[in-house]
């Protein structure tokens, strides 16, 4: 089994920056892509970045320029820096990684969530 920790987010004002992190440990051989997800309420689950084992990143249209994406693969971990926050930016942010483990089989497992909200 995987496991998912995510920590970092909290209550920010409109325009301050917010860092979170996302550490995976448990039974892995790799981790292939590692991304972040939020859900705001009401609202359907979406992508916010990606990046894959050699670093190619990806970003939704809404928060490109502002948000990065990075990871630390000898710490299973990644990060999302998030600067210039909204208050649409305001959601539960989830951590997802594409784990293979020793048997070479590959799971998608979700962090816990960490909410982050923005005021204005």
């Known amino acids: 089994q995987v496991q998912l920790v995510e920590s970092g987010g909290g209550l920010v004002e409109a325009g301050e920056p917010l860092r979170l992190s996302c550490t995976a440990s448990?039974?892995?051989?790799?981790?292939?892509?590692m991304a972040w997800y939020r859900q705001a309420p009401g609202k359907q689950r979406e992508l916010v970045a990606g990046i894959s084992r050699t670093g190619d990143t990806n970003y939704a249209d809404s928060v490109k320029g502002r948000f990065t994406i990075s990871r630390d693969n000898a710490k299973n971990t990644v990060y999302l820096q998030m600067n210039s926050l909204k208050p649409e930016d305001t959601a539960v942010y989830y951590c997802?990684?594409?784990?293979?483990?020793?048997?070479?089989?590959?799971?998608?497992?979700w962090g816990q969530g960490t909410q982050v909200t923005v005021s204005s």
């Open positions: 448990g039974s892995i051989f790799s981790i292939h892509t």
């Open positions: 997802n990684a594409l784990v293979a483990d020793y048997n070479l089989a590959t799971t998608a497992y």
